[in-house]
């Protein structure tokens, strides 16, 4: 039931959207950077090819972090150790007196971090052979995918639009649960006085805002940012940056603070319908 009680306007109905809307996940740049980071490994390059099945029986594994790494590259180069001196001669020595021949050892680069996205692993492989196991939820979000049926990019335009006119709405399975707006005073922001609402209403059983989406007009601040954490949000909408905005790229981006008890995602929403923005969280 709508926190407004019964006579709430009608609840929006899902429309065409007429106007061009883009929704942008605010991820961690972990995700979004393109280059690959490498460092320097030492390789056997093997003379002849058909020793690689037993020199790899004399190898021990590699280090954890560097577990996404195939052990032979495309050239028949196996990888040894990392460049340590002392480790390298135990282990040349070990294989020396096992094979009875001498090996040559080369430098190679090799990627230093584990691909966590398709264009990532698409540039690690172009520095060395390397795993990687695709996560589909992730991928849909930077290629937009994960926004463009049109019914669901639809109702969030609606409520994006509704936040645009009111400061917050709060929308659980698809139902508007909560609205407010800012009391122009120094602590009750939209946010603030959203959770205030929300909180008034449930059992004490029910733990706030669970599986919520948030839409707001503007960007939050630290306090109702924090707030959002508190309420157990799970994904935030926005349409405008704030000046004191602590979500957007190249500022705090505090939703992705790893001391965090809980992290939800976020999205900015750019849409021509909706006005040039404001200042500040309020």
């Known amino acids: 039931m709508s926190q407004e009680g019964e006579n709430d306007e009608p609840p929006v109905k899902m429309k065409k959207i007429d106007v061009q809307i883009r929704i942008t996940p605010i991820l961690d740049p972990k995700y979004t950077d393109v280059a690959v980071a490498s460092t320097s490994f030492c390789a056997l390059a093997l003379r002849e090819k058909r020793l690689i099945g037993v020199i790899l029986k004399d190898l021990p594994e590699l280090p954890e972090h560097l577990g996404h790494l195939k052990r032979v590259g495309k050239d028949g180069r196996v990888l040894l150790c990392r460049d340590e001196d002392e480790v390298k001669e135990k282990l040349l020595k070990k294989l020396e007196f096992n094979h ?14 584990k691909p966590r996205t398709r264009i990532q692993f698409e540039n690690a492989k172009l520095v060395w052979p390397t795993a990687f196991h695709p996560d589909h939820a992730l991928e849909a979000l930077l290629s937009g995918k994960l926004f463009e049926n049109e019914a669901i990019k639809s109702q969030i335009f609606s409520w994006s639009e509704l936040a645009e006119q009111i400061g917050c709405i709060v929308v659980r399975e698809s139902e508007i649960i909560a ?3 800012s009391r122009n005073k120094p602590l009750r922001h ?3 006085e959203m959770v205030r609402k929300v909180a008034e209403s449930q059992s004490e059983d029910e733990y706030l805002g669970t599986g919520c989406d948030v839409f707001l007009r503007n960007e939050p601040c630290g306090m109702c940012a924090m ?9 935030v909408f926005f349409n405008h940056p704030s000046k004191n905005g602590v979500l957007s790229p190249n500022g705090w981006q505090l939703h992705l603070e ?12 750019d849409c021509e319908a909706f006005s040039q923005g404001f200042d500040i969280c309020c």
């Open 100 to 113: 009875n021949q001498q090996f040559d050892v080369e430098l190679v680069q090799v990627p230093s971090l």
């Open 179 to 181: 609205k407010s707006s």
């Open 190 to 192: 939209s946010v603030m």
């Open 227 to 235: 707030a959002l954490v508190h309420f157990r949000s799970a994904r």
């Open 258 to 269: 790893p001391s965090l008890n809980h992290h939800y995602s976020v999205f900015r929403i």
